[in-house]
């Protein structure tokens, strides 16, 4: 059974930072498509960030130059680093997994639309 687990998520101040990890089980990372999705409040989860099995990253415009996904293959682990945080980053933070190999442009936030989720870590930034 894949098992995705978020954690590094917290309270921040507004132009803050941190880095969000997913520990994957039953899942090898880097060998398809995995990335990063947040839902704020009373708002609709949205990806954000994905990475395909070359390395190639997308972003979402609202997130792009502060973000940067990361995966490695050895500690079987995803990253988040999140650089210069905003309130409007506040949110429960998901990673999420493709089951099955896809090309590289159905790879691509925010509309790509993965089979496995984490439960999510908690991200507040205060101002």
């Known amino acids: 059974q894949v098992q995705l687990m978020e954690s590094g998520g917290g309270s921040v101040q507004s132009g803050g930072s941190l880095r969000l990890s997913c520990s994957a089980s039953?899942?090898?990372?880097?060998?398809?498509?995995m990335g990063w999705f947040r839902q704020a409040p009373g708002k609709a989860r949205e990806g954000i960030a994905s990475?395909?099995?070359?390395?190639?990253?997308t972003y979402v415009d609202s997130v792009k130059g502060r973000f940067t996904v990361s995966q490695d293959s050895a500690k079987n682990t995803l990253y988040l680093q999140m650089n210069n945080l905003e309130p409007g980053d506040t949110g429960m933070y998901y990673c999420?997994?493709?089951?099955?190999?896809?090309?590289?442009?159905?790879?691509?936030?925010?509309?790509?639309?993965?089979?496995?989720w984490g439960r999510g870590t908690q991200v507040t930034v205060s101002s």
């Open positions: 039953q899942y090898r990372v880097s060998t398809t498509c």
């Open positions: 999420a997994a493709q089951s099955s190999r896809i090309i590289s442009s159905l790879c691509a936030a925010p509309s790509w639309r993965p089979n496995y």
């Open positions: 990475i395909f099995s070359d390395g190639s990253t």
